[in-house]
């Protein structure tokens, strides 16, 4: 009796896990930040995630079409740029604003370097580096509630140390978003559940959020705004958009190191830059950029950062 084998290449393990199923996991994660938004700040910005999701699937699906590809909008992934896009607008931009950025994220940073899965820096994250540096007055418009005037965000207060000492009162804003901001940042309860959700479903690693909230603790203790080792610690990790980086942007697959030692350096790397950022440099938020350029050295990270190989003899 002769037996035929097939031989393919690897993976060999199946798994019911897909890039659908992963996307709407995180799609879960994202709809108590994303509802509180709508709540907080009102019909404006359901109408600026409105159209920033629209916009980065009907991105997708005009470039694949064009340029021959398999259309691929059912995975959710155009779907989650978009929404992480408009978690960092202010709730009053322009709704012409979330278009120029979606196609930019699909297009540019996702498309032409592949799709899914090859694109070297967060989508989200790039174009609202874009937008912010192209268009500042109204990417920096922020107000706390849809009848409240604009003012300075608590980073801003932070950074003109102008004697700000935060009360039990603003702790109690921070946590439950009765603050001004981006509209998927501001409310840090709804964040944390998501992120925990996202843990506990493993759909991403604990290692990159708790030491990316760690070191940031860490060395905004360490260097302190007015002096060494000083500082409101507490008032700074909940502030502007760290939280929201460290569990939903800092942990993208495409973009993250690969090994668990990785995520370590990861972590710690978007930590210690978001601190040099928000206390030196002229901008009062660096969460974005910190994890922007730590994007960039993810591929020598996980060139030397790997796993010890089983079996491998030692030097001698």
């Known amino acids: 009796m002769q037996i035929i084998l097939t031989v393919s290449s690897p993976p060999h393990i199946y798994g019911r896990d897909t890039t659908s199923r992963r996307m709407f996991d995180v799609l879960i994660a994202l709809m108590p930040a994303c509802l509180f938004g709508i709540y907080h700040f009102g019909i404006n910005a359901f109408f600026v995630i409105s159209i920033s999701v629209l916009s980065a699937v009907a991105a997708e699906f005009l470039f694949q079409k064009i340029a021959g590809k398999k259309v691929t909008?059912?995975?959710?992934?155009a779907v989650i740029t978009g929404l992480l896009l408009a978690f960092n607008l202010p709730p009053d931009v322009p709704l012409w604003l979330p278009v120029i950025g979606s196609a930019f994220a699909i297009i540019v940073v996702k498309q032409l370097f592949g799709g899914l899965g090859s694109n070297f820096v967060n989508p989200a994250l790039a174009a609202r580096a874009l937008l912010?540096?192209?268009?500042?007055?109204?990417m920096t418009n922020w107000r706390a509630a849809p009848d409240a005037v604009t003012g300075a965000t608590y980073l801003e207060l932070l950074k003109e140390n102008s004697g700000f000492v935060p009360e039990m009162s603003d702790y109690m804003a921070l946590l439950f978003g009765r603050i001004g901001g981006c509209?998927?940042?501001?409310?840090a309860v709804a964040l944390i559940i998501g992120g925990l959700y996202l843990i506990?479903?493993?759909v991403i690693n604990w290692r990159i959020p708790v030491f990316y909230i760690g070191s940031f603790a860490f060395f905004a203790f360490v260097f302190g705004r007015e002096a060494f080792f000083s500082g409101h610690i507490l008032f700074e990790v909940l502030?502007?958009?760290?939280l929201l980086g460290a569990f939903f942007m800092a942990t993208d697959y495409a973009t993250s190191p690969i090994s668990p030692n990785g995520k370590i350096v990861m972590g710690i790397g978007c930590g210690f830059l978001t601190v040099v950022i928000r206390f030196f440099g002229g901008y009062p938020e660096g969460v974005s950029y910190a994890i922007l350029i730590m994007n960039l050295f993810v591929p020598l990270i996980d060139m030397y950062v790997r796993p010890r190989i089983y079996?491998?003899?030692?030097?001698a």
């Open 73 to 77: 909008i059912n995975d959710l992934s």
């Open 132 to 138: 912010l540096a192209s268009f500042p007055v109204p």
């Open 311 to 315: 079996g491998r003899r030692k030097k």
């Open 183 to 187: 509209i998927g940042e501001t409310s």
């Open 239 to 242: 502030s502007g958009g760290l």
């Open 200 to 202: 506990f479903r493993k």
